[in-house]
Nanobody, 123 residues
Framework: VQLQASGGGLVQAAGSLRLSCAASGSTFSTYNLGWFRQAPGKEREFVAAIDWTSIRIVYADSVKGRFTISRDNAKNTVYLQMNRLKPEDTAVYYC?????????????????WGKGTQVTVSS
């Protein structure tokens, strides 16, 4: 599966952004999907994941209550709605796909990555 993230940009603290990740391939609905981010000089970190049924969803503690992951299988797209953004959310955001719901939460296990999209939150 090929993934392409979009929707990043510059936003003031407390603002909102919605990231999208479009996927190619007819098997999109069978993949678990996730979002990760990487700030300069830091390791890539898990942000959120959603399983192929949309029943299981998990968030990193740092974004819980502010970010929402969702998917639209008819559009082969996964979204990340980011509200109440903070300067520490500044990073390159990557979408990911994997057959395993466990692996989609660990950057070193993910099978498929999209190119990142930059999110910058100014204070």
């Amino acid at each position: 599966v090929q993934l392409q993230a979009s929707g990043g940009g510059l936003v003031q603290a407390a603002g909102s952004l919605r990231l999208s990740c479009a996927a190619s391939g007819s098997t999109f609905s069978t993949y678990n999907l996730g979002w990760f981010r990487q700030a300069p000089g830091k390791e890539r970190e898990f942000v959120a994941a959603i399983d192929w049924t949309s029943i299981r969803i998990v968030y990193a503690d740092s974004v819980k209550g502010r970010f929402t992951i969702s998917r639209d299988n008819a559009k082969n797209t996964v979204y990340l709605q980011m509200n109440r953004l903070k300067p520490e959310d500044t990073a390159v955001y990557y979408c990911a796909a994997d057959r395993s719901y466990v692996a989609i939460q660990r950057y070193y296990d993910v099978d498929y990555w999209g190119k990142g999209t930059q999110v910058t939150v100014s204070s």
